[in-house]
């Protein structure tokens, strides 16, 4: 099974800030991930795939990087509604695998 | 608008059953492959099932592989799970969720029910 490694488990920020999370794949997964936003007691909502294709609606500040075991999302200018735990997948192999999350809190 | 409404979750005892639903709108079902995906209290997010969008084709989690079963009814546009010999640490949100494009390889998931809670325990 592929696994995947996010990190910071938790990140501190603030308003304005700007915030890199990082992925780790144990192997190979060619641009095959995607990133997840969670909000507490809320579906996860769908915000890149293909590693950096942003999803219809979701805003520009939202970029993602990356290819083979090391990928990136980076949030250019936090703001007050991203405050939430975020997720990658991987899809290139079953079983899909998910990271453990980021927590962006102030 | 694409929904998803998912329903059948409750309180049951380890080793019982449950069936949960999806009834999706929105789109064209038949089209898509469609997942669960669950999350236990507190914790991540972890894949459970797939299906393809005509319903010939299944991949399961090792966890759910002899216990779970996925199917669809494309006429109803209703998605399935049977769950059957239910343990305690399948206690958790189940996701109904449909895949981004319309094809069978590379699945992620671009819409997502609001979740139905399962819970076992005695």
């Known amino acids: 099974d592929i696994q995947m490694t996010q990190s910071p488990s938790i990140l501190s920020a603030s308003v304005g800030d700007r915030v890199t999370i990082t992925c780790r794949a144990s192997?190979?997964?060619?641009?095959?991930l995607a990133w997840y936003q969670q909000k507490p007691g809320k579906a996860p909502k769908f915000l890149i795939h293909k590693a950096s294709s942003l999803e219809s609606g979701v805003p520009s500040r939202f970029s993602g990087s990356g290819s083979g075991t090391e990928f990136t999302l980076t949030i250019s200018s936090l703001q007050s509604d991203d405050f939430a735990t975020y997720y990658c997948?991987?899809?290139?192999?079953?079983?899909?695998?998910f990271g453990g999350g980021t927590k962006v809190e102030i | 608008e694409v929904q998803l409404l998912e329903s059948g979750g409750g309180l049951v005892q380890p080793g019982g059953s449950l069936r949960l639903s999806c009834v999706a709108s929105g789109f064209t079902f038949m089209n898509y492959a469609m997942g669960w995906v669950r999350q236990a209290p507190g914790k991540g997010l972890e894949w459970v099932s797939v299906i393809s969008g005509p319903g010939g084709s299944t991949n399961d989690a090792d966890f759910a592989k002899g216990r779970f079963t996925i199917s669809r009814d494309n006429i109803k546009d209703i998605l399935y799970l049977e769950m059957n010999n239910l343990r305690a640490e399948d206690t958790a949100v189940y996701y109904c969720?449909?895949?981004?494009?319309?094809?069978?390889?590379?699945?992620?998931?671009?819409?997502w029910g609001h979740g139905t809670m399962v819970t076992v325990s005695s």
């Open positions: 997948q991987q899809y290139d192999r079953y079983p899909l695998t």
């Open positions: 192997q190979s997964i060619s641009t095959w």
């Open positions: 969720a449909k895949d981004h494009t319309n094809s069978w390889y590379y699945i992620a998931f671009d819409m």
